[in-house]
């Protein structure tokens, strides 16, 4: 299973953007998928998730702003990212828990895709 983040750019303070991460597996339905961050000088930290049963979490900052979907169909996860801050500028990555764990906890998560830059100007 590959996984294929896309949908970063620069936006301004306020705006939205939406991020996808094609998975080239059949059986992604059944993970748990994950969004992480990485901002410059910063550890990579939990924005959101969704369970193979669609329960959805998110982090404290995400909460009310973003919201992470999948179309099943399509092998695709999605982070709708609205009201966007410039602490929100990061690279992103999607990622797939395939053994479970802590479903806010990195180390939960063992494929990982590449990243897509999110710049939010203010």
């Known amino acids: 299973v590959q996984l294929q983040a896309s949908g970063g750019g620069l936006v301004q303070a306020g705006g939205s953007l939406r991020l996808s991460c094609a998975s080239s597996?059949?059986?992604?339905?059944?993970?748990?998928m994950g969004w992480f961050r990485q901002a410059p000088g910063k550890e990579r930290e939990f924005v959101a998730a969704?369970?193979?049963?669609?329960?959805?979490y998110y982090s404290d900052s995400a909460k009310g702003r973003f919201t992470i979907s999948r179309h099943i169909a399509r092998n695709t996860v999605y982070l709708q990212m609205n009201s966007l801050k410039f602490e929100d500028t990061a690279v992103y990555y999607c990622?797939?828990?395939?053994?479970?764990?802590?479903?806010?906890?990195?180390?939960?998560?063992?494929?990982w895709g590449q990243g897509t830059l999110v710049t939010v100007s203010s």
């Open positions: 990622a797939a828990s395939r053994f479970g764990g802590s479903i806010s906890s990195r180390t939960a998560y063992d494929l």
């Open positions: 969704i369970t193979s049963t669609d329960g959805t």
């Open positions: 597996g059949r059986t992604f339905s059944i993970y748990t």
